[in-house]
């Protein structure tokens, strides 16, 4: 596929971008500002206020042109995506974090990207606002236990300057045609934050579109990962999530054990990290929303145009020290799995 960097002709330019308010939310005023001042489309934003502690919304939203919806209570962010979303008619819709500021152009290039109908999702080069040379996400790999992290995280942008399909776009800043966010039904409200991205890009490669990474749509971002419990909760359930809808049957059985082995190592982890109790939460949480489980999983199942077997390749069987530090002896570990892939792998 070849790369332009403007909507072509006939491409319409308009394009509907959320962005979600919580807590403090101190570089609301620059993210917002950006995407409205945005060059080469015409960017309408709806401003989602999930519990804010800003009161100054109607202000800014005033500013720059803003629409503000207020549901009375924080939908996470699927929910507030999903609302926010709903609002809109643009062809295009845009993810954008409030913490995170669009380049002039950033919009317009990933509207060029996602106008080509084999193109499901469109992601930023996502760099680090105290570092804007630095890599915060060039697309989001995905392991074969379904765990995701930020590619590319502290690398130099220069070393990712080609466009190319990734397993996931960063949520940070990212474009589809409204026709695709139809299709795929939005995010899960249940996931209620984080993986959404990861699971929506997943389902748009089972639909038979790429996932591509736009490396001149550029997005600083003021990134901070943070491990309290909450999130760690939110992250590993969510993960559970994800491999038990869209995984495949013939992939789950041929995981089943290295699945239910990293869940006893993933509880010894948390267990001396401290969130223990979160991990067992997640796991409970699933039993007790198993026919939402299986309601899930037939819907996406039925759903998929693509079968695991065209996708794996995608997959990647080491993690990233970086940011998923490891405990002494992981290296043979994971030494181990991807050994035990590569022989299961071709039985897809």
Known sequence: MSE?????PGVDRDVDVV?????????????????????GVRAHLTLVDNGTTRGDLDELCA???????????????????????????????ALVNSDAIVAPDALARLVAVAADPAVGIASGDVRLADDPQTMNSAGNPLHVLGLSWAGGLGEPATSHSEPGDVASASGAGLVLRREVWHLLRGFPEEFFAYQEDLELSWRTWQAGMRVRYVPDAVVVHYYAFGRHASKMYLLERNRLLFVLTTYGARTLALLALP??????????????????????RGWWWVLRHAAWVRSRRRWVQQQRAVPDRDLVQLWVTRFDPAVLPLPPGAGILQSALAGYWRAVRPLL
């Open 63 to 93: 500013r720059t042109g803003a629409t503000l919806l207020r549901p009375g209570r924080n939908l996470g962010f699927t929910g507030g995506v999903n609302r926010g979303l709903a609002e809109g008619r643009s062809p295009y819709v």
């Open 259 to 280: 699945l239910l082995a990293f869940e006893l190592a993933m509880l010894v982890v948390a267990t001396a990290q401290g969130w223990g109790r979160q991990k067992l």
């Open 19 to 39: 962005m979600l308010a919580y807590g403090d939310e101190p570089y609301l005023d620059e993210a917002m500002s950006a995407v409205v001042a945005s060059a």
């Open 4 to 8: 332009t960097t403007e909507p072509g």
